[in-house]
Structure formats: C-alpha cells, structure tokens
C-alpha cells in the first residue's frame, strides 16, 4: 500500500505542477502579448515579405519582426 500512496501522492505533486506552470506561461503570453502592443505603436515598421505565404498577413516588419495587421496588436 505505500507504493500506492506514494503513486497518488506524486501524480497529485505532478499536477500541482502542471497548474502552476500553466499558470507561469500564461501569465508570460500575457506579457508578451503587452509587449507587441507597444512595438506596434513605437516601432517605425519597415515592411517586407514574409518568409511563407499566409491569407492573413503577406508582409512583416523586418525591425520588429511584427505581422502588418493591426487587428493583430490592438
């Protein structure tokens, strides 16, 4: 039986874990999504083609690495 409880209490550890980590991506996506408003607003774009073609966005920033679609950061 302690084998099982040891089972149990890992995975229960194991999904702490997992939540938490959820919760530090998140929070980082969050911060990024933050910073690529304000490089929308502040970075004077320099627009080239992009690498792989795409309906949405055919052209990116060569500075900024941003897509030329402010729907995208605003």
């Known amino acids: 039986m302690d084998s099982l409880e040891q089972l149990l209490k890992q995975r229960k550890i194991n999904e702490e874990s997992i939540t938490n ?4 991506i998140k929070n980082i996506k969050d911060d990024n999504r933050k910073i690529e408003k304000l490089l929308w607003k502040t970075c004077k ?3 080239g083609p992009k690498d ?3 309906d949405l966005c055919n052209r990116q920033c060569k500075i900024c690495g ?3 679609n402010h729907y995208f950061y605003t």
Request: glycine share 0%; hydrophobic share 30%; aromatic share 30%.
């Open 21 to 24: 980590y959820k919760t530090v």
């Open 45 to 47: 774009h320099v627009w």
């Open 52 to 54: 792989c073609y795409d």
């Open 66 to 68: 941003l897509y030329n």
